[in-house]
């Protein structure tokens, strides 16, 4: 029989200064061996839950304990760190050495450990993890999913029987993110490791044995994933989503289409497709989102053979751009997609000015970035860019004064540089009387990142780009960002959006480039580039889930036309064909 390893009675935490707790009276009982995955919009109290478990902070009220300890004293707390490892988000954050091997090993020093055990336990814990060979690597020098792994092989040499994964996957590209969902489901299923796993993708959550889903510092929902997502209405009221095959399947099921209830993953959705009958009529094909066409414009940015090199002449000395051409058109909506390390990040710091490179060319309306007496400052008030971590691009005692930067740069009088702030923060949704005054410090995650694109939008560019806008952001926060940018984008902005989700550019973008090893793999529009799916899984990337489903039912004698991967396409091919040309969904 297995025992309680966590058991949480009516556990509460307010932050000092807070007028409410970031967990409130959370009662939940764990099981050894079981692998639990936490939902919940940002600020829903996940993490503090998780820091709690690991006894980084100590309940202000409740019972709470870990492996049978209650982190009641310093002693207490060490023991239940020993037993129950985190890994962060960030795995930056994480790692503190420069040698991966002295990293997975620096747990143990702290413990004490004898160096031959160190030695043999590091062994191990790299292997497990697949990093054996990077043993004597710089961190430094890793993509983000081998820091991620680098992160966990130093919390298994610690052997702990409870593993908390608090958003481990949020800055992952897609197949960095999979080896790291599919290495804990390993450690659990394999090893018997009690797995607690913190996420805003639901396509992770439906593979847990258990969902627990937070709301407001409180348990809202509990149980199987799908008893969960079933009640998909108080799912989504919560601010999350379900599995995409639930959705389509669902609005299969509103046409008439007879599949069962439940249905998570796209092998099982076309299994139960391909079991159903067909029309013998043959389907009439839907348009293809092939035939998206994007209007010729006036160029605005224009790369040329750009080449960048960092820390040439060492032996760290790595190429992040290797001879990459494209062009941007006036009023585009451009997407650069890439697994991680690909180069997406240095090509866009050119973008701007920010970074430059020789051999290469890079021209924004015409005006070449690397020419001698080039007004850069001039060319930064065109071209805007939004960083990946927001926090990074805040620094001023007020959101006001945050905004307010960049026009008073540009020497522009008060009443006009009030008038931008107030135009800027409406555009992002935030009201400039309700967090004008306050610290950008104070914010959640979601509203940094539109502070800090306010804080852009206040210079007036004609082209924004922005990196990874949405990474992080619960399901709510990532539509309503995608919103607000689309919305950007309408109203007559350039765009330009790095992402690792297949979902987001497929929705958003006109055309995309793909960058794999700092070239151009592929370009397109989306349906284009994403007929290459299995070449895209080769360098790290994914299609949408709807993409994955059609390709398998054209491959099991469907007649799925090429190129579609939005939902409503699939679901209008998938009733044509079992229904011999009717209405589409």
């Not at 006894?55 to 707390?77: F, H, K, R, Y």
Request: with cysteine; aromatic share 4%; glycine share 10%.
């Amino acid at each position: 029989m297995k025992k309680p390893i966590i058991e949480a009675r009516n556990v509460s935490f307010t932050y000092e200064g807070a007028k409410k707790p970031a967990v409130d009276g959370v009662s939940l009982t764990v099981m050894e061996g079981e692998f639990l995955a936490i939902l919940g919009r940002n600020g829903s109290g996940k993490s503090t839950f998780a820091k709690l478990l690991n006894a980084l902070q100590l309940p202000t009220a409740g019972e709470l304990t870990v492996n049978g300890i209650s982190p009641a004293t310093e002693d207490d707390c060490y023991e239940v760190r020993k037993s129950c490892g985190m890994v962060f988000q960030n795995p930056d954050n994480q790692i503190v050495t420069t040698i991966v091997e002295e990293d997975c090993a620096f747990g143990l020093e702290n413990l004490g450990t004898e160096p031959a055990e160190i030695r043999r336990r590091v062994d191990d814990a790299l292997r497990s993890v697949g990093m054996s060979d990077f043993a004597q690597a710089s961190p430094a020098m890793l993509s983000g999913g081998q820091k991620q792994r680098v992160a966990v092989a130093g919390v298994l040499a610690m052997r702990p029987r409870i593993i908390v994964f608090d958003e481990s996957t949020a800055m992952l590209d897609p197949i960095g993110r999979r080896d790291v969902f599919s290495l804990a489901r390993r450690l659990n299923l394999e090893e018997g490791i009690t797995v607690v796993w913190i996420t805003h993708f639901m396509e992770e959550a439906a593979l847990a044995d258990r969902l627990v889903v937070m709301d407001g510092g409180r348990i809202a929902l509990e149980g199987a994933p799908r008893e969960v997502f079933a009640k998909t209405e108080k799912v989504l009221s919560l601010g999350l989503d379900v599995p995409e095959m639930m959705k389509l399947t669902r609005a299969l099921r509103d046409r008439g289409v007879k599949l069962p209830e439940g249905l998570m993953t796209v092998n099982e959705t076309s299994l139960a497709l391909r079991r159903l009958p067909r029309s013998q009529s043959g389907a009439a094909k839907s348009a293809s989102t092939m035939s998206k066409s994007v209007k010729a414009h006036r160029p605005v940015i224009e790369v040329n053979a750009l080449t960048h090199v960092y820390m040439p002449g060492t032996p760290f000395e790595a190429k992040a751009l290797d001879s990459v051409s494209l062009r941007i058109c006036e009023g585009e909506f451009i997407g650069i997609i890439g697994h991680t390390g690909s180069g997406k990040s240095t090509l866009i710091s050119h973008l701007n000015g920010l970074e430059k490179s020789a051999p290469g060319e890079v021209t924004v309306n015409g005006v070449d970035l690397g020419a001698k007496g080039t007004d850069l400052i001039a060319m930064r008030r065109a071209v805007g860019l939004v960083f990946q971590y927001p926090e990074y691009q805040l620094f001023e005692e007020t959101v006001a004064k945050d905004v307010a930067y960049g026009p008073t740069n540009l020497g522009l009088d008060a009443a006009e540089i009030d008038s931008r702030v107030e135009w800027a923060l409406r555009q992002v949704g935030l009201d400039p009387k309700e967090v004008g005054e306050k610290s950008p410090f104070e914010l959640s995650g979601g509203q940094k990142r539109r502070v800090a694109i306010a804080g852009v939008l206040a210079m007036k560019p004609s082209i924004l780009i922005l990196d990874e806008p949405a990474a992080g952001l619960d399901p709510q926060g990532r539509r309503d960002m995608l919103d607000l940018i689309r919305g950007i984008h309408d109203a007559g902005t350039t765009v330009v959006m790095v992402s690792h989700s297949m979902d987001d550019v497929g929705r958003c973008c006109d055309r995309l480039y793909v960058l794999s090893k700092g070239e151009v793999a592929y370009s397109g529009t989306p349906a284009e580039v994403f007929l290459h799916d299995r070449k895209l899984h080769e360098i790290g990337l994914d299609v949408p889930e709807c993409a994955k489903l059609a390709r398998l039912l054209r491959e099991a004698g469907f007649d799925m036309p090429e190129g579609i991967y939005r939902a409503e396409d699939v679901c209008d091919a998938i009733v044509r064909n079992l229904r011999g040309g009717e209405a589409a969904c």
